[in-house]
């Protein structure tokens, strides 16, 4: 249902910034078992940061800059006591850095948490015993006196090494009178000359060579072999006191596994938190309040996306308003009225609740549905049905799926025939009316805008004002004949009562769109005979 409404474009505006934030979105879509209780949770939460966060930049980058910062440790392997790699414990010591900046501005700022964020400092001290305060880690020499002896043996074979050589480099350079020669040497073979009186020198070798050029490097005196041996054995020792530091930390930590591992939960909350507000923001969306079934009642509602390809084509884009207070409704209209967008807007809407997030609209009061689905536009699947089949094949589960959902259904039965197509929408509409669902039905047959327990609106469509508009846009392209429709066109929605007809443009938006005018007369022609007969 995420897929069919677009729900990921739609969020695309302000992403989690971490792993764990994305991880915890991805699960709260599959989660259809989340209780109205929670949910307002969030968005009292979502308010409060709202209200917090407005006009005050510093925080919100400081929020941001932590969070982007937050890289998640090998969760799995804390979860079943596995022993961390150094660079696994180099990224457990960067998130616990910018996990406690963020706590310590929740905590300073009085920002709404899901839960009491734990103090992860004990580990935080626990991978910086040299106190440096900084996001980065290594096996330090301050963790145990032997490493540290080692780690200071191999530092001084190091320097006795470099010391060694450069006296050795001096040597050579007064006995080869070559004040400006250095350890590697990179000569042309057309420079046999110095080639021959290097290598004769004695202190120097051939590593490597090529076609065009020979590379030499000084040799090591006596004295710098035994420093070498000394300090490979050096390193071996250091590799291994190393791993038994490494050994004891996993140790340590292990010992504050939970605390951990609730930090992560808990952050992963926050950095989801901070979409919904980054969100709500950017897209001047509000907290809805819940209510209980059949009452829906939106104010002011936006397809995110439809508003934007809007106006990237420099186009006004209509917000939706809507009141409901039955559970199947009928929406009729005229064709390119709005009525597809209107059920994709409602099902946006619906989705955003929830999982939380800040709705594009003036004003919202809406049920927490236990799911949303709509009949798109079948496609792909077994290409032994057709698309009234797939239609069909697609509703059939949902006739029969439990809880309360908003069932979007636009044109149901338009790949059929006429007669069986309006009984069928009629029937499934009937049948839904039995059911716990709330149900918006967009149509052009006239039997189901008939059934006595369903609510019936329409689409505004053209007024006499738009009507001049299409007329001072004829003639034009294509293009410019769209356009002229799309801005003429009025795509609020109003409810219908009993007996009141819908506004009827059919004709009208044909002749507009190029239909040859002795057509459209012959079926002005047979309407006419129909309403007289």
């Not at 490493?147 to 007064?174: P, V």
């Not at 949303?372 to 698309?387: K, Q, T």
């Amino acid at each position: 249902m995420y897929q069919d409404l677009e729900i990921d474009k739609v969020l695309a505006v302000c992403e989690p910034l971490t792993d764990g934030g994305r991880k915890l979105l991805r699960s709260s879509q599959m989660d259809f078992e989340t209780s109205a209780t929670k949910i307002e949770a969030i968005y009292k939460r979502i308010q409060t940061l709202m209200r917090k966060v407005a006009g005050n930049s510093p925080l919100l980058n400081q929020l941001k800059n932590n969070l982007s910062h937050l890289i998640s440790p090998n969760r799995h392997k804390l979860i079943h006591n596995q022993a961390l790699e150094i660079h696994e414990v180099f990224e457990l010591k960067q998130f616990c850095h910018y996990y406690q900046k963020l706590r310590q501005a929740y905590i300073e700022h009085s920002l709404p948490m899901p839960a009491s964020l734990p103090d992860t400092n004990i580990v935080y001290l626990l991978l910086d015993p040299e106190g440096i305060k900084l996001p980065v880690f290594r096996i330090s020499p301050a963790y145990d006196v032997k490493l540290k002896k080692i780690y200071q043996d191999t530092q001084k074979y190091s320097a006795a090494i470099r010391l060694g050589r450069e006296k050795h480099l001096a040597e050579a350079r007064r006995k080869l009178s070559i004040p400006s020669l250095k350890e590697e040497v990179l000569l042309s073979r057309l420079q046999q000359q110095q080639i021959s009186h290097l290598m004769a020198s004695g202190y120097f070798r051939v590593v490597s060579e090529n076609a065009v050029n020979i590379g030499l490097k000084l040799i090591d005196d006596a004295k710098v072999e035994v420093l070498r041996t000394q300090l490979a054995q050096s390193l071996s020792d250091l590799n291994e006191a190393e791993e038994r530091v490494l050994a004891k930390l996993n140790q340590s930590i292990a010992s504050h596994k939970d605390l951990i591992l609730k930090a992560l939960e808990l952050s992963a909350e926050i950095d989801l938190d901070f979409a919904r507000l980054c969100f709500g923001m950017q897209t001047k969306g509000i907290i809805p309040k819940l209510c209980k079934l059949p009452t829906l009642n939106i104010q002011g509602a936006r397809n995110l996306l439809l508003e934007r390809h809007l106006t990237n084509k420099g186009r006004a884009y209509q917000s939706i308003d809507l009141a409901i207070d039955q559970k199947v409704n009928i929406l009729s209209g005229p064709n390119m009225g709005g009525k597809s967008s209107a059920l994709k807007t409602l099902g946006q809407i619906a989705l955003l609740t929830r999982l939380g997030y800040p709705l594009p609209c003036s004003k919202a009061e809406l049920p927490l549905f236990d799911f949303v689905f709509i009949n798109h536009e079948p496609g792909g699947g077994n290409e032994d049905l057709s698309s009234f089949g797939k239609e069909i094949v697609s509703l059939i589960p949902i006739l029969k799926t439990a809880g309360r959902g908003l069932v979007l259904l636009d044109e149901v039965g338009r790949g059929t025939n006429p007669i069986e197509g309006d009984a069928l929408a009629t029937a499934i509409l009937g049948f839904l009316s039995q059911q716990p669902h709330m149900v918006f039905a967009a149509t052009h047959y006239n039997t189901p805008t008939e059934l006595r327990e369903a609510g019936q609106y329409t689409i505004r469509g053209l007024s006499d004002v738009s009507l001049d508009k299409l007329e001072q846009g004829s003639g034009n392209s294509l293009a410019k004949r769209l356009e002229a429709i799309g801005s003429a066109m009025d795509y609020g929605i109003i409810r219908l009562y009993k007996k009141q007809a819908p506004p009827h443009c059919a004709l009208l938006i044909a002749t507009h769109l190029g239909l040859p005018e002795e057509i459209v007369n012959m079926a002005k022609s047979m309407i006419d005979r129909t309403f007289l007969d």
